[in-house]
């Protein structure tokens, strides 16, 4: 097949492709709001026969607060929460080390395993510290040591911005 011929093919797929997307489209319902019409318009739309598409990950939730942070000990040549917000401008871009208890876990967002830690230290807005990493995730509860470089004021896009994070940390369970 010469190369004219399959540069034709994709015209012509590319064509009809675009003609399919152009076809109308149902008119939204107007007495309630266009969000909530979504998921019925993309339901009646689609073949019978598609598989239904896989659903996003969860909405990000809360930090637990039923995890007990007492008696969290700093790790050797390590930082409390609170000191690391408080010289966090010192320590951009530096390798930290924390203890901490798991408060709440996300998996495979962004290709990444998220955790929230704390170790009691802190107030309310500089008490929690978000780490990311590409390794197992430990389960809520658990008192872990991280590792990592500490970044300041990451924004991921999509409502996933942060003071404070540690990205691909290493976090070991202890």
Same mark, same amino acid.
């Given at each position: 097949?010469?190369?004219?011929?399959?540069?034709? $093919?994709?015209?012509v797929t590319?064509?009809?492709?675009?003609?399919?997307?152009?076809?109308?489209?149902?008119?939204?319902?107007?007495?309630?709001?266009?969000?909530?019409?979504?998921p019925a318009?993309?339901?009646?739309?689609?073949?019978?026969?598609?598989?239904?598409?896989?659903?996003?990950?969860?909405?990000?939730?809360?930090?637990?607060?039923?995890v007990d942070?007492?008696?969290?000990?700093?790790?050797?040549?390590?930082?409390?929460?609170?000191?690391?917000?408080?010289?966090?401008?010192?320590?951009?871009?530096?390798?930290?080390?924390?203890?901490?208890?798991?408060?709440?876990?996300?998996?495979?967002?962004?290709?990444?395993?998220?955790?929230?830690?704390?170790?009691?230290?802190?107030?309310?807005?500089?008490?929690? $510290?978000?780490?990311?990493?590409?390794?197992?995730?430990?389960?809520?509860?658990?008192?872990?040591?991280?590792?990592?470089? $500490?970044?300041?004021?990451?924004?991921?896009?999509?409502?996933?911005?942060?003071? $404070?994070?540690?990205?691909?940390?290493?976090?070991?369970?202890?």
């Amino acid at each position: 097949m010469s190369k004219f011929t399959v540069a034709c $093919l994709l015209a012509v797929t590319a064509a009809v492709s675009l003609t399919a997307c152009a076809k109308e489209q149902p008119e939204p319902v107007t007495d309630a709001p266009a969000a909530e019409n979504m998921p019925a318009m993309a339901a009646e739309s689609m073949p019978s026969d598609m598989p239904a598409m896989p659903e996003s990950h969860p909405a990000p939730t809360e930090p637990s607060d039923d995890v007990d942070l007492s008696g969290i000990e700093k790790a050797e040549g390590g930082k409390t929460i609170a000191e690391i917000y408080a010289e966090k401008d010192q320590l951009a871009g530096q390798e930290i080390v924390v203890r901490g208890k798991v408060v709440k876990t996300n998996a495979g967002i962004m290709g990444k395993n998220w955790l929230h830690v704390r170790d009691g230290s802190g107030a309310e807005g500089s008490n929690n $510290l978000t780490v990311t990493t590409p390794f197992v995730l430990p389960n809520v509860g658990d008192t872990v040591v991280v590792t990592g470089p $500490l970044e300041l004021d990451k924004d991921f896009g999509m409502g996933y911005q942060y003071d $404070l994070i540690v990205e691909d940390a290493q976090v070991v369970v202890e």
